[in-house]
């Protein structure tokens, strides 16, 4: 009963009403994952679509190279499994919880069988899937491109050599990065007095080193 008003009161909060009847409600199990926990990896075979309730997670690309790529940071309502549905094709990426985390999830089986006729649902899925392709594709080629210094100076200019941010964690998903790398480059620029980090905002010092950087993308 605990997991149906905690799913209830996520559908009702992202306003998702229209895509889910009350019986569709008990379609849905919740899972909680630690952070760090991997909740799917790559090439797993996928059997459920899975929308964030709280906390959030880190997807992770891993090259033939063996290196690991950090494509993008899911926070609620946000889902994933969904691609794969529709593609017919194991798990693309590893999802990995990046801080205590709830999913609701539903299986590919109960969604057919249940919501078959359901056309806001599948409007929505369809649109959701897209974007999602679009931003992941996008990630990927700045990331093989392109180095973080780079995107952030491209940033920088595009907002008239001054960020403002509400935390670095949002600055980061704003970004498509790693906290990590984030934090990393800011203070090469730091020491280097291309740039001056304050406590929620970066202010562009040399702007003729920012522009050189934004101009090999």
Known sequence: MKDIELIKKFIAKYNMNKLFSEEDINYFRLS???KGENIINTNDEVKDIYFIISGGVD??????SGRSIFINKLSPSELFGDVEYFGNIPMLFDVTANSDTKVMKIS??????????NYRLWKFLGMTSTQKL???NRAIL??????????LALYLIKNNYVITFKSLNELSQE???SYRNLTRVIKYFS???VIKKERKSILTLDKDIIDKHANEI
């Open 32 to 34: 909680s994952y630690s």
């Open 134 to 136: 679009l931003k992941t």
């Open 175 to 177: 970004l498509n990065v």
């Open 142 to 151: 700045l990331k093989e491109g392109f180095n973080l210094k780079n995107i």
């Open 108 to 117: 590919f089986e109960n969604l057919e069988k249940n919501m078959g006729e």
């Open 59 to 64: 997807i992770h690309s891993f090259l033939a």
């Open 191 to 193: 020491d280097n007095g």
